[in-house]
């Protein structure tokens, strides 16, 4: 494996945050951790990813962004705790007649316990520092 060139090596399909990069700097070879470079990158990089469409449940962190349809007045939404640096774009994309509203709990949050979504178009824009979900930005949604 020593004498491989890079370019022959397999593949990797996924990263993890323990996974280790080889790091030149300052002319000493050393290792970076996924996680460590992660969190120092200025903004989060996206490449080709898909959001979800939720009607119920939980609320994907590793997603940058998720859309709520609006269509059962039983449906719980969750957003879980998050880790440093994670960005959350939530949209209510699809809203029926007779549900109300779609209310998001949202766990480790500063300043916001509950999202509460009524209408097509209604946003939020939410990022995690030190642990918590701070709300950084939203559109028609009542936050509290």
């Avoid at 970076?32 to 903004?43: D, G, I, R």
Wanted: charged content about 10%; proline content about 3%; aromatic content about 4%.
């Amino acid at each position: 494996m020593a004498d491989s060139k890079v370019s022959a090596l397999t593949p990797a399909t996924t990263l993890n945050l323990t996974d280790s990069f080889l790091l030149v700097q300052g002319g000493s070879s050393l290792q970076v951790t996924a996680e460590v470079l992660a969190l120092k990158m200025p903004s989060r990089i996206i490449i080709n990813e898909a959001s979800e469409t939720i009607t119920t449940g939980a609320i994907a962190t590793n997603k940058l962004a998720s859309k709520i349809a609006i269509a059962d007045p039983s449906a719980a939404y969750s957003l879980a705790a998050g880790t440093h640096g994670m960005e959350k774009q939530i949209v209510c994309n699809a809203a029926s007649g007779s549900v109300p509203n779609a209310v998001i709990t949202v766990t480790s949050g500063s300043g916001v316990s509950t999202i509460t979504f009524d209408a097509v178009g209604d946003s939020v824009f939410l990022k995690n520092i030190d642990g918590l979900w701070y709300v950084l930005g939203q559109n028609g949604v009542v936050i509290a």
